[in-house]
């Protein structure tokens, strides 16, 4: 999956690698938003997301997610609040703010007559670039569209028009790039070209704005994670910090004999019972280098603590939610 | 790597895509514009002025078949703006591609002179194959050909305009054609389309008066015949009236964001 040459990419990278930009490529502040219905979708949203950097937006669903993409983006009216794209405010002077923006929205919306070639060219002149073919025999070569150029988009999978959409947000060469849960009904290989075109396009500089329900993707690709819950950002950090501090393992030993307590020699690790003496659990920290369990393994062992099984568990993106809310309340 | 905002005031490169986009999907569909009032048209002609005509022959001093093409394509016209410009713009609505148009840098003015401009073109075009269809049928006579010409455009861009509000208000496809076929169509025929409401007796000829289409078709066939219902500064201005009043509402519907945003 090759978006760019990579004279270009390699030209392009290095400011943006440098990328401390001191001024935010997006700043909401107070965004809020009640639909008619009188539901409060987001109370109070301040956020800043800094150039060249891929931002991950975490939630359950109904959090909020698309409502927040959608007014940076123009399709929702915010209730309060402001939101600068590049400096320029999204409402007074929206030509700048939207000609900067690429949006791959949630939902696979797609005219169905019309082929590939002409939809992808119409989203470029449609953000105001003049015809280029070359970039978009590029956009499409790079997300293995080249050959379907010709197809009506209503004869192709859910996949490819997912990869349509895409090519689409990139017709007009945005500097930002919002998608909308772009791994949701996608098949391995597609979401692993999905994340290589990422990289290549932060590689460029474009910062990249996504949400997911998957906590491994956000980890796997974002550099700053927010996680949205009912209509609030709850926490905004970077993901390694974030990691550390939410990303718990833990790891159960079924045991033979129940034990009365924790033996002492084993005091170098953060171990519980549990199951009245039947379960030994061990909670570590997913992102750390040196977990310890092959040496905790092995001195169970010698210890002569029986065991019938052994379990490991992630804590799910729920508990992470479960321990944000509760940490809050 | 990127240039943007030289376009900052104006955005001629969306109007030009929006307008291909629609045009285009009317060239899918060519053989059904096209043969579609072609046959209608001729069926008028064998009904109207093959078996009504001889016993009518002559309205204000013209022909029966040549006094009613102007309504003949007046009658297309009013209904396919509607239906042209209310489908092109509900549509996308419907799908939800409409996201695409919202976040575009586009103004609504841009917008609608795209989806607008598209509608009409089309609904200039078949009138003026109707036009070229009655030829076949009657002699025709255009007395002010700039006149005609200004009623085709000025009419057609008003209902399209009128079709874009339906378009934006509408939630169902019925009620895309719910206000051409029970209103529209009903009150072209009543609207003198083929006849002069002269002939009426004078209680309804007061009622039609009423009824904002009889303005439209008498300008328009003056233009053809320079015989007319009412006068011709009347229909021009009632003409101008109406395609003011749309424009009014449908910068309503953008500023407020009516159904079009939530
Ligand atoms: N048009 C609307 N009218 C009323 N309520 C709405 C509307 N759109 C969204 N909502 C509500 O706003 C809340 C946030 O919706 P949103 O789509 O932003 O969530 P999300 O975080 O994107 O969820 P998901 O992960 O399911 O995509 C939900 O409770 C939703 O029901
Ligand atoms: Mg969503």
Known sequence: ?329 | MNSVAKHCIFNGHAIAAIYKFEMARALRTLLQSVVTPVITTSLYFVVFGAAIGPRMSQVGGVQYGAFIVPGLMMLSLLTQSIMNASFGIYFPKFTGTIYEILSAPVSSVEIVIGYVGAAATKSIVLGLVILATAALFVPIQILHPFWMIAFLVLTAAAFSLFGFIIGLWADGFEKLQFIPMLIITPLTFLGGAFYSIDILPPPWRAVSLFNPIVYLISGFRWSFHETSDVSVEISLAMTLVFFFLCLGVVAWIFKTGYRLKN
């Open chain 1, 1 to 329: 999956m090759t978006y760019a040459n990579t004279a270009e990419v390699r030209a392009a990278s290095a400011p943006a690698r440098a990328g401390a930009d001191a001024r935010p490529v997006i700043a909401i502040a107070g965004l809020t938003k009640t639909y008619a219905s009188g539901f409060p979708a987001l109370k109070k949203i301040d956020l800043e997301i800094r150039k060249g950097e891929i931002f991950a937006l975490l939630g359950p669903n109904g959090a909020g997610k698309t409502t927040l993409i959608s007014i940076v983006c123009g399709i929702v009216t915010p209730s309060g609040g402001t939101v600068l794209v590049d400096g320029h405010d999204i409402i007074r002077d929206y030509r700048a703010a939207r000609a900067k923006i690429g949006l791959v929205p949630q939902e696979l919306t797609t005219d169905m007559f019309e082929t590939v070639w002409a939809t992808v060219n119409f989203s470029r002149r449609l953000f105001g670039r003049s015809p280029d073919p070359t970039h978009i025999e590029r956009v499409l070569r790079g997300l293995s569209l080249w050959e379907k150029r010709k197809n009506k988009i209503m004869t192709l999978s859910g996949g490819m028009k997912r990869r349509v959409l895409i090519a689409k947000a990139l017709a007009h060469e945005p500097e930002i790039l919002f998608l909308d849960e772009p791994t949701a009904g996608v098949d391995v290989e597609l979401r692993r070209d999905m994340w290589a075109l990422v990289r290549e396009l932060r590689a460029k500089g474009v910062t990249i704005i996504l949400t997911t329900h998957y906590i491994d993707e956000a980890e796997e690709m974002a550099d700053r994670i927010g996680v949205v819950h009912k209509g609030e950002l709850i926490v905004v950090e970077e993901k390694t910090k974030l990691m550390k501090q939410l990303g718990k393992k833990q790891l159960t030993f079924h045991l033979q004999e129940p034990l009365a307590s924790v033996p002492p020699e084993l005091s170098g690790w953060r171990l519980v019972l549990k199951d009245g003496g039947r379960e030994l659990e061990y909670t570590f920290n997913g992102s750390e280098e040196e977990t310890g369990i092959p040496e905790l393994v092995r001195r169970v062992g010698e210890l002569g603590i029986g065991f019938k099984d052994l379990e490991t568990r992630q804590s799910s993106l729920e508990d992470i939610f479960v321990s944000l809310v509760s940490d809050r309340r």
